[in-house]
Nanobody
Framework: QVQLVESGGGLVQPGGSLRLSCAASGSISSIYSMGWYRQAPGKQRELVATSTIRFGGSTNYADFVKGRFTISRDNAKNTLYLQMNSLKPEDTAVYYC???????????WGQGTQVTVSL
């Protein structure tokens, strides 16, 4: 079993920055990749960025965050980060952390953290 706890959300003005954190615990060795997803009101959950934990740590970003968001991890702390810069009102959503096995099946989801971009 893997537990994921997100933190770092909040209210920020357009153009501002936030850093989200996702602390993983439990059966860490079963994790192949971790990622961030978001869900805005009335919309489906969508991928933001992912990072493999093993085999080189490759990353993948949704087109709408390329150049603005950076996913990173601290393996010693079992923590995944999402640095979000140049935030836009359309980035407003609940952001979820996700962990997956080597076959890409879900290990678990975090509880979500609210990000609101507004004046």
């Amino acid at each position: 079993q893997v537990q994921l706890v997100e933190s770092g959300g909040g209210l920020v003005q357009p153009g501002g920055s936030l850093r989200l954190s996702c602390a993983a615990s439990g059966s860490i060795s079963s994790i192949y990749s971790m990622g961030w997803y978001r869900q805005a009101p009335g919309k489906q959950r969508e991928l933001v960025a992912t990072s493999t934990i093993r085999f080189g740590g490759s990353t993948n970003y949704a087109d709408f965050v390329k150049g603005r968001f950076t996913i990173s991890r601290d393996n010693a702390k079992n923590t995944l980060y999402l640095q979000m810069n140049s935030l836009k009102p359309e980035d407003t959503a609940v952001y979820y952390c996700n962990a997956r096995r080597t076959d890409f099946s879900d290990l678990n989801w975090g509880q979500g953290t609210q990000v609101t971009v507004s004046l």
